[in-house]
């Protein structure tokens, strides 16, 4: 027996395309385990489709860095809430739900010929060179993407003019001994000394008090005149000033964002799967790990698939199976993200139809 072994779904809306073909081929169809063998037959093997979900969950990650003069922020700019400590958390920001359809290798049937069935091809999905359309996926376990700032090289911008650091001149007496008395004599000693982080803090908040008031005289014109390109390149360069400066109080942020797939095959309706674990603290985590939540999809409910056992007997007759659309939603812990109606193939009816007309 000489078998034609290719995959594909069988598409069911072409049934009208047979009605003018006649019956020129003895066929039968079997479950392509079983497939008859009959002497001089060749067989052609199709299979039933099943959609396999992809969920892509995008994550961020948020770092802060403490300024180094957090702890002056609010004596002397009035600012609240700011960082006083490093700290890194995560946050789900969405899922989005993606289907694809494969081939189901449980429900593979064999079209069982003497002769090819010259209509196969309107029933079969086939390329324009006469090749079945390739309906296998690849390999999508985990697709990672990362875009955001990087924070491991991240250093504040020394904006002091006068620098940390300062001479000091001090003066010391020294006792000499004459021929008629004891003498003091002055001397001089230079050393350089360190500025405190308060000094390096108040005159930081100087500095950004007297940008402010320097925009201030430019935008009401109490210096010389300035339009067109020229204000707006002063103007964007004391912002640019002015927000490094505060970056000393208040601190910064990086924000890094990172996308991760999962597929899952969907068994049955109504059921609750569970993707993976995820911690606010550090992102994907396993089960076990402390104040980890569950991030999970829910299939709806779907009317119960109708079996059927192939009759091995009848002649022209292919099998198809008619999808059902399913809600589908998925969350984090017991918030819902999103939800969705989605075509589940594995979830519908099993029905068959002629390959060709039959006759008059």
Request: charged fraction near 20%; glycine fraction near 4%.
């Amino acid at each position: 027996m000489k078998r034609i072994i290719l995959l594909g779904t069988v598409v069911a809306g072409l049934m009208v395309s047979c009605a003018s073909t006649k019956n020129e081929t003895a066929t039968s169809i079997s479950p392509y385990g079983s497939v008859m063998r009959t002497t001089g037959q060749s067989a052609l093997v199709y299979g039933l489709p099943q959609t396999r979900l992809y969920f892509e969950v995008e994550l961020v990650k948020t770092i802060v860095k403490k300024g180094p003069y957090a702890e002056y922020a609010n004596r002397m700019l009035n600012l609240q809430n700011v960082p006083m400590a490093d700290s890194e958390s995560w946050q789900i920001k969405s899922i989005r739900i993606n289907n694809q359809q494969e081939v189901d290798n449980k429900q593979l049937y064999a079209v069982s010929f003497i002769d090819y069935p010259h209509n196969i091809d309107k029933l079969l999905r086939f390329t324009k060179e006469g090749l079945l359309l390739d309906v296998t996926i690849g390999n999508v376990l985990v697709n990672t993407q990362s875009q955001g700032s990087s924070s491991n090289d991240f250093q504040f911008v020394n904006t002091s003019s006068r620098g940390f650091t300062f001479e000091r001149v001090d003066t010391t007496y020294r006792t000499m001994l004459t021929d008629t008395a004891f003498v003091r004599i002055p001397v001089l000693q230079t050393r350089v000394m360190s500025r405190t982080t308060e000094e390096q803090a108040r005159e930081a908040a100087n500095q950004i008090f007297k940008i402010r008031e320097n925009r201030l005289e430019i935008l009401f014109c109490k210096i010389d005149p300035l339009e067109g390109a020229a204000l707006k390149l002063i103007l964007q360069s004391l912002d640019q000033q002015e927000e490094q400066l505060l970056s000393l109080f208040n601190g910064v942020k990086f924000d890094s964002r990172q996308i991760v797939t999962y597929p899952s095959l969907p068994e049955k309706p109504a059921t609750n799967v569970e993707l993976f674990y995820f911690s606010e603290k550090e992102g994907i985590v396993n089960r076990n790990t402390a104040g980890a939540k569950p991030v999970w999809y829910e299939m709806g409910n779907a009317p119960a698939p109708i079996s059927i056992t192939p009759s091995y007997q009848a002649k022209d007759i292919l099998y198809y199976r008619i999808p059902q659309v399913v809600e589908v939603s998925a969350g984090v812990d017991g918030n819902t993200l999103v939800r969705e109606h989605i075509t589940i193939c594995q979830f519908g009816n099993i029905v068959s139809f002629p390959l060709v007309a039959p006759k008059k």
